[in-house]
Every structure is written in C-alpha cells, then in structure tokens.
C-alpha cells in the first residue's frame, strides 16, 4: 500500500519535471518560463520528495527530504523573483 | 521499486538534458540563469533517487547542499546585475 | 529564543538526531544565531497556529493547482497562454510578511511577481484574460492570519 | 544494484557534461561562458553522486556549483565594460599569417598526444597491477585513525602531510590576494527580496558547514567542504551590499588565516615533543586532534576563499563604519 502511494508521487514528480523542462523549452519568453520553472519543478521535487520520504520509512530522513524541498522551494522562489525583477527593470528602462 | 527509480532516474536525466537545451539556446543571460536553477533542481531530485537507487545516504547532503549553493549561484547572478545597472 | 530553538531543530534534523553531535552542534546554532540577529532579521513575528495551517493548506492546495495548471498549458498541442503584466496593489505593508507574500504569488496559478514599487506589485499573468484578484486576496488573508495581521483597506 | 541498468542514465550524464565544458568554453561572451560554467559544475556534482564519490560531489556542490561562479561573476564584473570589446574581434590577426594555422595544428596534435598517452597509461595501470591493495591497507587501519570515514582518514591521518602542505599553499595565495591592495567598494544594497533570503540563507549556510565538519568524521564531509560552504555566506552578505560579511579586522583575521597552518603544525611539533612521529597520533587522542585540526582549517579556508571573492585586503574598520552608517542612512530612505 504504502509502496504504491509512493510509487504513484514519484510517478507524478517525474511528469512535473518533465512539464517543466518542455515549458523552458516551448514557451515564448523569459518571464512565462519562470512560470513553468517555479511552478512545475518545484512541484516536481516536491511530490519526488514526498515519495521518498513514503518509501524510507524513517521519520527523521523524511523530515531531511522535506528540508531540501523547503530550501529549494523558497531559493527558487526568490531568485524566480529576483530574474524577472532583474529582466524587468531592464526593459523598462530602455 | 528499482525498475521505478531507474525510471525516473532516467527520466530526470531527460529533463536535465531539456533543460540544458535552454541553458545552450539563452538568448539572454536571465534565460541562461533560470535554466541553470532548472539543472540545479532537477540535480536535486537526482541525487535523492540515485540515494535510495545506490544506498548512499550521503548523497541526500548533496543534495541539500546543491540546493543550497544553487541558490548562492542565482543570487550572485542578480546582485551583480543589480550593481550594474543602477 | 525561538531562532535558537528553531536552529537547534535544524541541526537535529541534519544530523539525523545523534546525540555526540551537539559538541559541534551547540558552536554552530549559536554563531548561527548571532548572524541571523545581525542580519537585522525582527524579532520573530508572532505566528499563530491556526494561521499557519490555514496558510500551509492553502500554500499545498495552490501550489500543486499552479504546477497541474502551468503543466496543462503548455503540454497541450497549441500553447494556451496570453501573457501579460499587470498592477496589483499590496493590502500588507509588513516587510516579512511582504516578502513571504513576493515568494508566494510565484507559486500561485498563473502569477508571479515581477517587481515591487512601493505598495504595488508588478505581476506577469501568464493568462491576462483572467482577473488574479480573489486569489490574491484569498493568499494575503493567509498570510496576514498566519502573522497576526490585519489587511488594510484599498482604495483600488 | 546492476550498474548496468543506469547505462542510458550514464550516456546522458556524459554527453550533458562534455557539452557544457565545451559550450562553455567555445563561447566568446564571458558572462555567458560563465553561467554555463556553473551550469557544468550542477552536473558534475551529480556525476560525482553517481560515481559513489560523495565526498568530491559535496566538494564540487560547494565550490564548483556555487563559489567560483560568484568569483567568476565578480570578476567579470570588475572588468572596465570597454574591455571585452577591445579584444572581442581577433580575427583581423588571424588571418593575417598561416603561422597561426601551423601553431593552432600543432597545440591540437599536442593535446590528442597527451590524451592517449593517460588513456593509454590508465588502461595499462587498471590491467596490471592488483589495484585494491591501497583501499585494503586504509581499511586495515581505520580503527587506529580516530575516525571511520575513509577520505578523512587519509586526508588527515594517513596523509596528513600532504593536507598540510595544501594548507600552506591556500595561505601563500591568500598573501598573493592580500598584495592586491584594498578591495574596491561592495555592492549596492539589495531590495527587501534579496535580504529576505539573506535572512534565512545565512544561518543555514553556516549550520551546514558546522554539519559537513562533525560529519566528516564518519562520513562524507569535512574542513573542504565546511570551509567552502562557510564562504558562500559570506559571499552572499557581500552581494547584499553589506561590508561586514564576517570577516573580522585586522589581527584577528590574519590569526584565522594562519589557523589552519598553524594549528596543523603546532599539534604536529607537539606529538615530536612527546616523542612521537611528526603527526603520529596516539590512537586514543586522533578523533579529537582531527576535530581540532579540521576545525582551524574550516575557518582558513572560509577566510581565504571569502578574501579571494572580496579580491583584497578588507577595508580597515574606520571606513566599514563609515560605509555601514551610509548604508543604514540608504535603508532608512
């Protein structure tokens, strides 16, 4: 049971990966790929995270899986932020 | 579950070599970047399975080190645009 | 106190909660305390509990409705996007509580923000035909509850 | 685990990672050349991951992914912007003599002469000699090391020697960085976003180096790494436009230059003293004459790859606090 839960979000992690990178690739701009970068990776990681953490089976390496996902999430958050604010005031500025 | 992580091993690896794709074909020097934060958290994702794959749990430090470090990498991109251009 | 205490947990979790660890583990939480006071990081806010449930169900709920909705857009044979930027104006003025906000709408469907101007935002839709507000609103009430907040009117 | 079921896996990783050191270094535009450098260095952590070499993936993690990309960045940074442009178009010189075809013929048969020679030298060695006897003596005497982590062992038991010696050489190039002169002014204070994952970075930077130095006792882990992540930090407070990044003044920061030698030296003369070896541990005492050693060598090498991104001597404390007035008056606005 617990194997198939975790099966299916790694599963489901892998699609978001991949959604991801063919976004990078597929979509026009800079700024709509940094819609697919922090939103289909970081879901990505996160549902691979959470598979992980089903399949390890100890508490603490678990919590450890969700630590690197909160990092991941919250760095490339920022810096998502910080590209297109960058990108931005570029533009504009011309 | 190896046939599984083998999988999806092979599977990141796919998405870091799009990614990569991105990171050769810019154009500018943001798209570059973000595609590199791609790379770093598809490396991410890797190591964790190749972790559980090869059962070496040091591997999920490098992980959390990679991501960590990654986000030094972006943030050393845009503080030095950002002194650039104001 | 509490930054002590939440580093002391971090630690305990990278060390995998071995006990011979704390002959390093006490220098590095304290020096890793001391920088983040010199940060200038405030006091911890106060957060409440409920908040942040409510504000980590809502975070969970729109961050995996954001990756399916991006997902399906551009999977799909013709992409299904109209970008466009628009301004919104920010209903919470505390600084901590603005930048978790800025990290946040870059999670939510469709949204990311792109710069901030004073009390506004700078968003990029990636789907200018639909309005972001009662989603917004609905992440800034989250954020507000979850730091014990209260939004402010708008005049927009 | 049949290695052989990641071949695809192996074949991509290899092709990412001859493709970016190419594209990196076939490009002409140096900002570009260097994302795609940290770019290369994200991968190879990874490939380091996957060959089972998590101590040099860590390592690579820290200074190949993060630090010498913000080095690099800075130093295309404080090239004046004319620059790039004057030697931007070498063609003109190319194609005025032959002799530069001749001499571009030769440096490629010379780099393909070298290759075959390793390959050829690296087969001969996997296929002559019994090439476990290394591994077997490390193991054989781990109990007596201090520690159960075999690269610690030898990077600061079995070889201490040479850590020490590599030690030396970081402290000589810190003094080459120190003959720079003054490093020039920061960077411009950064926005509310930035600092709030300054905030958060920072500490956890430096639990994780406290971490990689505990762990590295008994797992992958060690001063390297710590030292490294420690400077990332430090890196990032600079970027933030703030001129305390960590480093302390004067005295105290040639003290921590020098720890890592110094330390390193004093525990070895001592153990002479005593009638021991130079760096002959007692058994009884290694784990805890490595932590010592480790830690002063952490805290060296943070100092000199933080100075190495500063790129000169820190500014003496009467301008630090006329600049960190300048800034609160910045912030204030």
């Known amino acids: ?64 899986l969700l630590l690197i996902w909160l990092a991941v999430l919250a760095a490339s958050a920022t810096s998502a932020h910080l590209i297109a604010r960058q990108a931005r005031r570029q533009e504009t500025r011309r | 579950m190896t046939e599984l992580l083998l999988l999806s091993a092979t599977g990141l690896m796919l998405s870091l070599f799009l990614g990569l794709l991105r990171v050769l074909l810019g154009p500018s020097a943001g798209d570059r970047m973000l595609a590199t934060q791609l790379i770093g958290t598809v490396g991410v994702g890797m190591l964790l399975v190749l972790s559980v794959l090869l059962d070496e749990p040091a591997l999920i430090d490098v992980a959390l080190l990679l991501a960590l470090l990654a986000a030094v990498a972006a943030a050393a991109f845009t503080g030095q645009q950002e002194a650039r251009h104001d | 106190m509490a930054r002590m205490a939440i580093l002391a947990g971090l630690w305990w979790l990278m060390v995998q909660g071995r006990a011979d660890a704390w002959l390093v583990g006490v220098p590095a939480v304290a020096l890793a305390a001391l920088a983040s006071v010199h940060l200038g990081s405030p006091a911890l806010p106060r957060i409440s509990l409920t908040g942040l449930f409510a504000f980590l169900a809502l975070f969970l709920r729109e961050s995996i409705r954001g990756g399916i909705d991006v997902a399906f857009r551009t999977l799909g044979t013709r992409l299904r996007i109209e970008p466009g930027f628009r301004r919104y104006r920010l209903h919470i ?60 009117a708008g005049d927009d | 685990m049949n290695t052989t079921n990641l071949l695809v896996f192996d074949g991509l990783l290899l092709f990412s990672i001859v493709g970016l050191a190419w594209a990196s270094l076939a490009t002409t535009d140096e900002r570009r050349s260097v994302i795609l450098f940290m770019a290369f260095g994200l991968v190879l952590a990874v490939a380091w991951g996957r060959l089972l070499a998590p101590d040099v993936a860590l390592a690579e993690a820290a200074i190949g992914a993060g630090l010498s990309g913000a080095l690099l960045l800075a130093a295309v940074r404080k090239q004046s912007p004319g620059s790039s442009h004057t030697h931007a178009n070498p063609d003109r010189n190319y194609s005025e003599s032959g002799a530069k075809v ?232």
């Not at chain 4, 402290?171 to 958060?200: E, H, K």
């Open chain 1, 1 to 64: 049971m617990i194997n198939l839960a975790s099966s299916i979000l790694i599963l489901a992690g892998l699609f978001f990966y991949l959604a991801g990178s063919i976004g990078l690739l597929r979509l026009p701009d800079l700024y709509t790929r940094l819609h697919a970068l922090t939103k289909a990776d970081n879901l990505g990681l996160g549902l691979l995270a959470a598979g992980l953490a089903l399949h390890s089976q100890h508490l603490l390496t678990s919590l450890k």
């Open chain 4, 102 to 333: 001749v001499l571009q013929w030769l440096v490629t048969l010379l780099c393909a002469a070298l290759a075959g020679t390793l390959a050829w030298a690296l087969l001969h060695a996997l296929s002559s000699a019994p090439h476990d006897t290394l591994p077997r003596a490390i193991s054989d005497n781990l109990v007596a090391s201090g520690v159960s982590n075999p690269v610690t062992a030898v990077l600061l038991n079995f070889r201490a020697y040479d850590t020490l010696l590599e030690l030396a050489v970081l402290l000589t190039a810190v003094l080459g960085i120190f003959s720079l002169g003054q490093t020039t002014p920061g960077y411009q204070p950064a926005g509310p976003v930035f600092d709030g994952l300054v905030r958060w970075l920072v500490p956890v930077l430096i639990l994780t180096a406290g971490y990689l130095l505990w762990v590295g006792a008994h797992a992958p882990g060690g001063a390297f790494q710590a030292g490294a992540t420690l400077a990332a930090a430090g890196v990032v407070l600079r970027l933030t436009g703030r001129s305390r990044i960590g480093l302390p003044d004067g005295f105290v920061l040639r003290i921590i230059m020098a720890a890592g030698v110094g330390v390193f030296l004093l525990v070895g003369l001592t153990l002479l003293l005593l009638g021991r070896p130079f760096l002959g541990y007692p058994p009884a005492w290694a784990g805890a004459l490595i932590l010592l050693i480790e830690t002063a060598a952490m805290l060296s090498i943070a100092a000199t790859l933080l100075l190495a991104f500063v790129g000169g001597q820190p500014q003496s404390t009467a301008v630090n606090a006329a600049a960190n007035r300048q800034r609160e008056e910045n912030s204030r606005c």
């Open chain 3, 93 to 152: 003025s505390d600084p901590s509580a603005r930048v978790l906000l800025i990290n946040c709408i870059g999670l939510l469907p469709g949204t990311l923000a792109a710069d901030l101007d004073g009390d506004h935002a700078e968003l990029h839709l990636l789907d200018s035909s639909d309005s972001p507000d009662p989603q917004l609103l609905q992440l800034e009430q989250a954020v507000a509850q979850l730091f014990s907040l209260r939004l402010e």
